[in-house]
């Protein structure tokens, strides 16, 4: 939550409130990534491009699924 709380001011209402929560939940899953290049295996295959690592965030509310960066 950190990290958000860095790039955002906190929540005056539940319309932001909302948007809060789908902020976090995309930062979760950028930390998600930052964790799994920890893991020397996969740090070496990324490292030699053979393969790449992508985050997807799937809204549930509207069923998009989109990119994380």
Do not use: C, F, W
């Not at 893991?39 to 989109?66: M, N, Q």
């Amino acid at each position: 939550m950190v990290r958000v709380d860095s790039r955002i001011d906190p929540p005056k209402n539940t319309g932001e409130s909302g948007q809060r929560y789908h902020l976090i939940e995309q930062e979760n899953v950028r930390l998600q990534i930052e964790h799994l290049g920890t893991y020397p295996i996969l740090k070496l295959a990324v490292d030699e491009k053979r393969v790449v690592v992508h985050g997807l965030y799937y809204d549930l509310e509207t069923g998009l699924l989109s990119r994380v960066n």
